[in-house]
């Protein structure tokens, strides 16, 4: 059972286009990241979040953490193909030990 | 190098042979994490380390699978009498203290045949 759903499974959209992907989970996390994975290569660090409520922008990307710690959405305004990629969100717990739990993912596909 | 290193970065092998799959991290990181990723999927926690001890083994799938990591470094996941389910990138990850951002290598994508 994931703990980390992530919507939509997938996205396909045209360059400039906003978009929206979502993280969401019954269990209160104490921080949730966002990575990055293009073919062929391991997820890069986005961002992290700690504070329920707290937005983090990072040029084109916002990010959100939910007030109840249990939740996040990723927004880019004016999606550009090198956007492409996928997107995964990872939390730990605070009983979870050191282990990153990561949600399926969004595939990403922005067209020029 | 300055990021994590996995070895080889593919392999090919077929079904019941072992396959040992290495991982040097980033020096002077502590922790170092495997996780398994099927095609397009989301990642699959599978064991991980501090310094040389494995305080969480509990995602390895079966009794198939072990890993060990030597020195605080390089570490090795073994695979035995690999099954076609088997089949999927394996990525290695490291970090410098406990639940700090991973860095994740390229992984080593494994196909059973």
């Known amino acids: 059972t994931q703990l980390l759903e992530q919507s939509p499974q997938f996205l396909s959209i045209q360059e400039g286009e906003n978009l929206t992907v979502y993280c969401n989970s019954s269990s209160v996390f104490s921080s949730l990241q966002w990575y990055r994975q293009e073919p062929g290569e391991g997820p890069v660090l986005l961002v992290t979040v700690v504070t329920g409520g707290e937005v983090k922008k990072l040029k084109r990307l916002t990010f959100q953490f939910g007030d109840a710690r249990k939740d996040s959405s990723l927004h880019i305004t004016a999606a550009q193909p090198g956007d492409t990629g996928l997107y995964l969100c990872?939390?730990?717990?605070?009983?979870?030990?050191?282990?990153?739990?990561f949600g399926g993912g969004t595939r990403l596909m922005v067209k020029p | 190098g300055a990021g994590v290193s996995q070895s080889p970065s593919n392999k090919v092998t077929e079904k019941g042979k072992d396959v040992e799959l290495r991982c040097d991290p980033i020096s002077g990181h502590t922790a170092l994490y495997w996780y398994r990723q099927s095609l397009g999927q989301g990642l699959e926690f599978l064991i991980y380390?501090?310094?040389?001890?494995?305080?969480?083994k509990s995602g390895l799938p079966s009794d198939r699978f072990s890993a060990e990591r030597t020195g605080g470094s390089v570490s090795t996941l073994t695979i035995q009498r690999t099954q076609q389910e088997d089949s999927a990138v394996y990525l290695c990850?490291?970090?410098?203290?406990?639940?700090?951002?991973?860095?994740f290598g390229n992984g080593t994508r494994l196909t059973v045949t």
């Open positions: 380390f501090q310094g040389n001890s494995a305080p969480d």
């Open positions: 990850a490291s970090s410098s203290v406990r639940r700090s951002p991973l860095h």
């Open positions: 990872a939390a730990g717990g605070s009983n979870a030990g050191n282990m990153l739990t």
